[in-house]
């Protein structure tokens, strides 16, 4: 019964989607010539693959770029299977079709323990979960960005559409020449036969566009590949060099009017009354307009002027009173409280068990129990929330940074009133993303701004202030965890249960309000990280407590998988430390079973030195942690400095699957680590009469370059499909850092950050 419950909270309100399809084929991702936007002198042969005149290959783009390399790594799947160089590749925003839905992201909210999804033949229910959430992704065929989920998803239907150009191009070049395709030679996007005879992919598109597509068509063996697995330069990086690239930011258009946000400083309050009089005086203003609380937004009102800067003194000088959202002031103190009392007065849901936890309890010699929290964080990209929009002639057109432009598109056309064919989205550059721009609130923003605008484009801006104040939050969670230890010393049962917000739910209901189901059902992003553990232990109960605290939350870099990797490898530490076992050691032994773990642990250990002498002052914290399908394990070298943290090196092994893109593997472990100490050292959101403190740099501060350490990353070799690399290395900082200062001062830490 709990396996059911979970897979409908994946499936959520699509499981009606199940009655009257369930025995038809998947749909095909292939898609037709027709599927790509037309464009003059290309012809395209699928609806990933357009090949222009002078051979240059057109790519599909339905990924949103933040700086993870996305662009890069699936340009470098097809160069590879057209064998062209990458520079022959670019990229065109891929339209509305179905067939560019991330499937691999819903397969990814499956709950199953991954011990027993990955095993060479999975239960029954395993194969039943994905097989049904598979054929419902394809069917809604939802485009989105996030879950570290875009090479892996791209990894089979990606590589198969470029063979099949791939094929249909050298099948156009051996009827031209009256010979077998199998004398064809392909270099560089140039077709050869030994009779001397060549051309270029533009010389033979048209032929292949037109002839009958191939019916067997396999990818390159894994010994051909010349691209995968090799460092390839970024294509985005030179157009963020010379400063061509465009963010949202930069978007201009003709006739364009900035607006600049005030929204409620209370989460989820309103305006009782606004006296705008001395900014309309204002030169270079233009108006006001108020706003909705749209798409989880914070109702306020913004104002429109000439530029920015016009638009942001004038809604300085604005006078507004505000109100109290209707059930009463947000306060992260008495939250924190609730989240306690929960855990003691409620069970909550049964994630996953093994064995007989309470019998085992019983049994014990003693107990160990630690209660661990996390506050709510921001997301802080760099680039703040913005949105271009322009609604004339009964359409509407949007320039925004985001991750999901299906949602963009349909808030939009909500806002405007018209139908979604009328809406047309141009995805910018991110300028960070973290799962805030999963949200759509300031595209709604943007477009009842634009409907005020007199057909004129309006570029809506947040200022840092209203950015910090105004998020979709990381959940404040707590956990409380027991383990059993007998009569020897040995653990013989561990018990997680935890208790914070869901974010599935709200954010289902928020951005996508069609598939929001009448209920929630258990969300599986709440206890990731908690009831995954790749542990032996004998007995396990791992449970969860959802909560609706009122406060707006948010996907945040790796989600649950942020908080709890730091509340189970902290406590794993607790416990190699109550039974007198080195930390290294202690995970070793309850790894025996679950080799992949094992040799990311043991690569990470290695190369860290475990175990070796260290410049006096300093000492190693371990950690180990699978999330998005990859396992990841770091050992961070620390001292304290005046008091304060100081981490010098943090050595990274990986085990993501095929490595697609060697430098964006490292780049990526980078991110992650100076993204995951910052939010160890520093970060937390208060909120207070519905307040939140922090707001901006100052008081919301960042790892700056001098204090960042050395990262060194290393990975498993590996022939399995790709796995997450954007997220992965986030969760195990915090916990290797906090175990790290207990070796230097005996001092547990079990709450976050770690530096204030």
Same mark, same amino acid.
């Given at each position: ?9 994946? &499936? ?19 898609? *037709? ?27 599909? =783009? ?58 060479? +033949? ?62 064809? &030679? ?43 697995? $090799? ?45 705008? $009089? ?23 009102? @913004? ?22 959202? %209707? ?17 003691? @007065? ?7 068990? $093994?064995?007989?936890? %309470? ?14 929290? @996390? ?26 940074? *985001?991750? =999901? ?6 808030? %939009?056309? $909500? ?7 009328? #809406? ?36 809506? %801006? ?28 040995? #653990? ?16 289902? @209901? ?64 607790? &416990? ?62 620390? +001292? ?17 699957? *095929? ?42 501060? =960042?790892?700056? &370059? ?51």
């Amino acid at each position: 019964m709990k396996r059911r419950t979970l897979i409908l909270s994946a &499936l959520g309100a699509t499981g009606a989607l199940v009655v009257g399809w369930g025995v038809m084929p998947a749909r095909s991702r292939l898609g *037709t010539n027709a599927t790509m936007l037309p464009t003059e002198g290309d012809v395209a042969l699928n609806g990933w693959i357009k090949i222009a005149k002078d051979g240059h290959v057109i790519l599909a =783009m339905p990924r949103s770029e933040m700086g993870q390399g996305v662009h890069t790594g699936l340009a470098v799947l097809v160069a590879e299977e057209l064998d062209v160089p990458l520079s022959k590749v670019k990229l065109e925003q891929a339209g509305p079709d179905k067939i560019y839905g991330n499937v691999a992201m819903f397969l990814g909210a499956l709950p199953f323990h991954p011990l027993e999804a990955e095993v060479e +033949s999975p239960s029954t229910g395993v194969k039943l979960g994905h097989w049904m959430v598979g054929k419902i992704a394809r069917e809604l065929g939802i485009s989105v960005t996030g879950g570290s989920s875009s090479l892996s998803d791209a990894w089979e239907p990606l590589r198969m559409v470029a063979a099949s150009a791939r094929a249909a191009l050298v099948g156009a070049a051996a009827n031209q020449w009256g010979v077998a395709a199998n004398e064809i &030679l392909v270099q560089d996007g140039v077709v050869r036969h030994a009779s001397g005879k060549s051309a270029h992919y533009g010389e033979l598109v048209a032929a292949a566009a037109a002839g009958t597509a191939p019916q067997t068509v396999a990818p390159k063996d894994r010994k051909d590949w010349k691209l995968i697995g $090799k460092s390839s330069q970024r294509l985005d990086i030179p157009a963020k060099i010379n400063g061509s690239a465009q963010f949202g930011l930069d978007v201009r258009v003709p006739g364009l009017v900035f607006a600049s946000v005030v929204m409620c400083p209370m989460l989820g309050g309103t305006a009782a009354s606004i006296d705008a $009089k001395a900014a309309l005086a204002m030169p270079g203003v233009e108006k006001l307009v108020a706003l909705d609380a749209l798409a989880g937004a914070t109702a306020g009102f @913004a104002v429109v002027g000439k530029t920015t800067w016009h638009a942001r003194s004038a809604a300085q000088a604005v006078q507004a009173q505000w109100t109290q959202r %209707a059930e009463g002031p947000l306060d992260s103190g008495r939250i924190a409280q609730d989240l306690t009392a929960s855990l003691k @007065a409620e069970s909550g849901f049964t994630f996953y068990e $093994k064995g007989d936890a %309470a019998k085992a309890e019983g049994a014990a010699g003693r107990l160990l129990e630690a209660t661990y929290i @996390a506050p709510y964080l921001a997301h802080a990209t760099m680039e703040p929330q913005n949105c271009t929009a322009r609604v004339a002639d009964g359409k509407v057109e949007v320039w925004a940074p *985001t991750q =999901m432009p299906g949602a963009a598109r349909a808030v %939009a056309a $909500k806002v405007a009133g018209v139908d979604e064919d009328k #809406v047309t989205v141009h995805v910018t550059l991110l300028g960070g993303g973290f799962g805030r721009r999963l949200d759509v609130d300031f595209v709604a923003q943007a477009v009842q701004v634009a409907m005020q605008c007199s057909g004129r484009a309006v570029q809506v %801006a947040w200022s840092r202030e209203e950015d910090t104040t105004h998020d979709f939050y990381r959940p404040m969670h707590i956990a409380q965890l027991r383990a059993s230890i007998d009569a020897q010393g040995s #653990v013989n049962s561990l018990r997680i249960k935890s208790a914070g917000d869901a974010i599935s739910p709200r954010w289902m @209901a928020r951005t996508l309000p069609a598939l929001s189901g009448p209920f929630d059902t258990p969300d599986k992003t709440t206890a990731e990280g908690l009831f995954d553990l790749p542990y032996g232990f004998a007995n396990q109960h791992m449970a969860h407590v959802a909560t609706r605290s009122g406060v707006p939350v948010g996907f945040w870099r790796s989600v649950g998988h942020s908080h709890n990797a730091f509340f189970s490898e902290s406590f794993i530490d607790e &416990l190699a430390h109550e039974t007198k076992h080195d930390p290294l050691e202690f995970r070793r032994a309850l790894l025996k079973d679950a080799p992949r773990y094992l040799a990311v642990l043991n690569l990470a250990a290695d190369k860290a030195g475990w175990g070796k002498p260290l410049p006096a002052g300093h000492a190693h914290g371990i950690a180990l942690h699978e999330s998005f399908n990859s396992i990841v394990a770091q050992v961070a070298e620390v +001292s304290l400095q005046e008091g304060k943290p100081r981490v010098h090196r943090v050595v990274c092994a990986v085990d993501c699957g *095929t490595v697609i893109n060697a430098e964006s593997v490292k780049q990526q472990m980078e991110s992650a680590v100076v993204f995951g100490l910052t939010a160890a050292l520093y970060s937390r959101i208060d909120i207070k009469d519905g307040v939140v403190q922090q707001t901006s740099f100052p008081n919301y501060p =960042m790892v700056m &370059l001098a204090q960042a350490p050395v990262v060194q990353t290393y990975w498993v070799e590996s022939t399995r499909a790709p796995r997450g690399v954007g997220e992965p290395g986030v969760p195990p900082l915090a916990p290797a850092l906090s175990n790290a200062l207990f070796v230097l001062n005996g001092k547990r830490y079990r709450s976050l950050p770690l530096g204030i």
